[in-house]
């Protein structure tokens, strides 16, 4: 079974910190994508950054960035100068042939 | 734009009654999804159409039917309610199903319960 796994179900960090969001996943294909949602207390899905598995080099969206550890299938999400806005459940995903997978998620709480 | 759309918001079902979930986008996407949001277990995935006239089962699909009614809107059909469908729904699209590296835009989610 292919499956995503987010070891961290809460995590805390002061504001203007910076924070690692660790996950780990499980395939023996060689091109997939990854992706790290971030789901506010409205529901709403959005995307915060995305990676190719083919690509070396680690993808950045401002103060996000990842460590994406291929033969480790390892793609940690750190949020740099954390801001009360980041506090949000954090969910890492792949993509592979028709499918997405999910982890579990990670609750991010920002404290003032 | 609205983007992804869905109705009902919130929905209480007894157990045996059906009810159909509406989703539509307006980003003229080639393709839908349907999953589930429960607590501690992440989104799981029910159908997807990967194009307007075709449907296919994903990680979860028993209990429920979808209806690719056109390229806009992908419906999902509870036959017969059961407690253990009691979720939070989501629909989604995105360009492509064929490129992995396109996002999916997700909707605001239906809260579903069944007592």
């Given at each position: 079974a292919q499956t995503v796994t987010q070891s961290q179900p809460e995590m805390s960090v002061q504001e203007a910190e910076t924070v690692t969001l660790s996950c780990t996943y499980d395939t023996s294909e060689s091109d997939y994508y990854l992706f790290w949602y971030k789901q506010p207390p409205?529901?709403?899905?959005?995307?915060?950054?995305?990676?190719?598995?083919?690509?070396?080099?680690?993808?950045?969206?401002?103060?996000?960035?990842?460590?994406f550890q291929k033969a480790a299938k390892s793609f940690s999400l750190k949020i740099s100068d954390s801001q009360l806005g980041d506090a949000a459940m954090y969910f890492c995903a792949y993509t592979l042939n028709n499918d997405m997978r999910f982890g579990a998620g990670t609750r991010l709480t920002v404290k003032p | 734009?609205?983007?992804?759309?869905?109705?009902?918001?919130?929905?209480?079902?007894?157990?045996?009654?059906?009810?159909?979930?509406?989703?539509?986008?307006?980003?003229?996407?080639?393709?839908?999804?349907?999953?589930?949001?429960?607590?501690?277990?992440?989104?799981?995935?029910?159908y997807y159409s990967a194009s307007e006239g075709t449907t296919d089962k994903g990680e979860v699909p028993n209990g429920?039917?979808?209806?690719?009614?056109?390229?806009?809107?992908?419906?999902?059909?509870?036959?017969?309610?059961?407690?253990?469908?009691?979720?939070?729904?989501?629909?989604?699209?995105?360009?492509?199903?064929s490129s992995l590296a396109y996002e999916q835009y997700f909707g605001p989610g239906t809260r579903l319960t069944v007592t």
């Open positions: 409205s529901r709403q899905m959005i995307l915060v950054i995305r990676q190719e598995a083919y690509k070396q080099q680690n993808a950045t969206e401002n103060r996000f960035s990842v460590n | 734009n609205a983007g992804v759309t869905q109705t009902p918001k919130f929905q209480v079902l007894k157990t045996g009654q059906s009810m159909t979930l509406q989703c539509a986008q307006d980003m003229n996407h080639n393709s839908m999804y349907w999953y589930r949001q429960d607590p501690g277990m992440g989104l799981r995935l029910i429920y039917n979808v209806s690719r009614l056109n390229k806009r809107e992908f419906s999902l059909r509870l036959e017969s309610a059961a407690p253990s469908q009691t979720s939070v729904y989501f629909c989604a699209s995105s360009e492509d199903l």
